[in-house]
């Protein structure tokens, strides 16, 4: 159900408007959009890589959380500045997440290294 003040004027609307139009408030703009069904195709591939990543998570979530040779802040700082240098720069969780990714594709073993 849209939400609307002043319609004729518009000042502002927000909702959805009977799967047609969605009002939205975007950067200080008041904005509308057509209703967008997303696709939400669960290929093969897809469902792999989604794997891949969900593992990788929980690796990385063990490796702060062990009780011996932890993840500390040292460990964030050196992935942080290795993500640094990439031509598309990254965050230390996302440097070991690329790293653990590529491990999987070539069928190597991953390591979160601490």
Known sequence: ???????????????????????????????VRS??????????????QR?????????????QARETWTLREEDQSAYALLGSKQPTPRTWFNTIAKLWIDCKVKLDKPIVYS
């Open 1 to 31: 159900m849209a939400k609307v003040n002043a319609p004729l004027f518009s000042f502002k609307a927000s909702g959805k408007l009977a799967n047609a139009l969605v009002y939205f408030g975007w950067k200080g703009l008041n904005v």
């Open 35 to 48: 209703y967008v069904v997303p696709a939400y195709k669960r290929t093969t591939a897809q469902a792999t």
């Open 51 to 63: 794997d891949f990543i969900k593992a990788c998570v929980a690796k990385i979530h063990e490796a």
